[in-house]
């Protein structure tokens, strides 16, 4: 990990309110290079409220933004992307029949020629589609096959090589596993892991503490917009993780409550409910 205590991103105490709805609330969080912090939370967690701050579609209503130590208000994703900031959404913004060469230089085409000769340059796109994906550990024969027969995990892998080859310094990966099965997802974890050992800061955004534990260095548990706090591994076990994640004391409750359904309705099929105990049975279904 690195040695740089600045981190190259930080929100101190930011909120953020759509009208009367408080989507966060005070949370502070901090990536380094060579680390990968990764964002945890089930679904309305705030999780993709928090994304969007950071890759600057939204602006937070209250708190600090940090990058590298200097204070930001992005006004657009451009805004953010200009600071190095890269993120992998989910759909991954890409276009099944055209090759890997395309899709990865896709809206920054390399041309050659001039004016109306100017054209794709084939040649180069592919040779550094390839070289790219190279350093990410995976070799893909031929750069010009359609990107739709890839893997889901390879899809991945061309996003994240052609965020980094497009001067990305901190990655924002948006649930990247979070539809692939787990030979697959086991194939983008190596990614995550190859793209901290190059230096990069990664955010790695997941509700599957699994998939956080085996490649986070640490982790930020969100929940209904507010954050539990950041913890290492040697201060958060994966049972505890899940624990909080979960919100065990709702689901201790809801087994509590199933268990007396079950007890009543044993005691209604044995005839040894009261005659109150049998309305109040019947209006509760």
Avoid: W
Avoid at 244 to 264: I, K, P, V
């Amino acid at each position: 990990m690195s040695t740089n205590n600045i981190p190259r991103v930080e929100v101190r105490n930011i909120s953020k309110y759509f009208g009367n709805v408080i989507a966060l609330s005070d949370v502070s969080m901090a990536v380094r290079a060579g680390e990968v912090m990764c964002l945890l939370g089930d679904n309305g967690a705030g999780k993709s409220t928090l994304i969007k701050t950071l890759s600057g579609v939204h602006q937070q209503s209250e708190g600090q933004y940090f990058v590298e130590g200097e204070e930001v208000r992005f006004n657009s994703p451009r805004d953010a992307l200009n600071r190095g900031i890269a993120t992998v959404y989910q759909d991954l913004a890409m276009i099944p029949l055209m090759s890997i060469s395309r899709n990865f230089f896709l809206g920054s085409e390399p041309t050659k020629g001039i004016g109306p000769l100017k054209r794709f340059d084939i040649a180069f796109a592919n040779r550094v589609a390839h070289e790219e994906m190279a350093k990410m550990g995976i070799d893909i024969r031929d750069p010009s096959q359609p990107v739709g027969t890839l893997s889901g995990g390879e899809r991945q892998s061309v996003a994240i090589a052609r965020a980094v080859y497009f001067g990305a310094k901190t990655l924002i990966l948006d649930e990247p596993t979070a539809a692939l099965g787990v030979k697959q997802a086991g194939t983008v974890l190596r990614y995550i892991a190859q793209a901290r050992a190059r230096g990069l800061a990664v955010v790695f955004i997941t509700h599957n503490p699994h998939h956080a534990y085996a490649v986070g260095d640490r982790f930020t548990i969100l929940k209904r917009g507010r954050t539990f706090g950041t913890f290492t591994k040697e201060e958060l076990s994966r049972e505890e993780m899940v624990r909080m994640m979960s919100g065990a004391d709702e689901l201790d409750a809801l087994t509590h409550e199933l268990q007396e359904f079950e007890h009543t309705d044993q005691l209604k099929a044995e005839g040894k409910l009261s005659e109150t105990e049998q309305q109040l049975s019947d209006k509760l279904g």
